[in-house]
T-cell receptor, first 114, second 114 residues
Framework: AQTVTQSQPEMSVQEAETVTLSCTYD???????LFWYKQPPSRQMILVIR??????QNATENRFSVNFQKAAKSFSLKISDSQLGDAAMYFC???????????FGAGTRLTVKP | KAGVTQTPRYLIKTRGQQVTLSCSPI?????VSWYQQTPGQGLQFLFE???????NKGNFPGRFSGRQFSNSRSEMNVSTLELGDSALYLC?????????????FGPGTRLTVL
């Protein structure tokens, strides 16, 4: 079974600084998709970024980028120029090619200090 | 385009009762997935519906059931409620069942069982 591990329950970053959230996963599949979702205190889960396993190039979305290491089964999220609005729970998620149920990590609570 | 909507947003029930939660997907989305979020177990997949058929089911007892209507709206039912069913129930929709499709989440229904 696929599992997703986020080893950092909490992280904090100074406003305008850069922070990296870690995620590792375990799978025997070769084709899959990885996601980072953000869940602010309002509870609405928002997609931050996604990565297709077959793509070697790391995905980027404005201030958000990933470091995808397929062999190491690692998928970290880098947030540059952190803003107060980035404060939230961040979940790493895995979705296999042949199913539509996502496996989530336990989450990392990010605090942004002004 | 309107996002995923869930009703009600908050619900309080007592043990032994049953409850029905509703989810309206993004217009044009045909796949609806349900997740349970608790502090102890995190985010866990409940089931997925596509074309009015349950396509995938997580490891939950038979008290948890669902259905999907021809307009893709979905309902989730929990019978004989237990204290441990207190959770945030999230619904997510995606365009189809393709592995490339991203799931977009609703705001959730907070269920409290007393």
């Amino acid at each position: 079974a696929q599992t997703v591990t986020q080893s950092q329950p909490e992280m904090s970053v100074q406003e305008a600084e850069t922070v990296t959230l870690s995620c590792t996963y375990d799978t025997s599949e070769s084709d899959y998709y990885l996601f980072w979702y953000k869940q602010p205190p309002s509870r609405q889960m928002i997609l931050v970024i996604r990565q297709e396993a077959y793509k070697q190039q790391n995905a980027t979305e404005n201030r958000f980028s990933v470091n995808f290491q397929k062999a190491a089964k690692s998928f970290s999220l880098k947030i540059s120029d952190s803003q107060l609005g980035d404060a939230a729970m961040y979940f790493c998620a895995y979705k296999g090619r042949n199913n539509n149920d996502m496996r989530f990590g336990a989450g990392t609570r990010l605090t942004v200090k002004p | 385009k309107a996002g995923v909507t869930q009703t009600p947003r908050y619900l309080i029930k007592t043990r032994g009762q049953q409850v029905t939660l509703s989810c309206s997907p993004i217009s044009g989305h045909r796949s609806v997935s349900w997740y349970q979020q608790t502090p102890g177990q995190g985010l866990q997949f409940l089931f997925e519906y596509f074309s009015e058929t349950q396509r995938n089911k997580g490891n939950f007892p038979g008290r948890f059931s669902g259905r999907q209507f021809s307009n893709s709206r979905s309902e989730m039912n929990v019978s004989t409620l237990e204290l441990g069913d207190s959770a945030l129930y999230l619904c997510a929709s995606s365009l189809e069942r393709h592995s490339t499709d991203t799931q977009y989440f609703g705001p959730g229904t907070r269920l409290t069982v007393l």
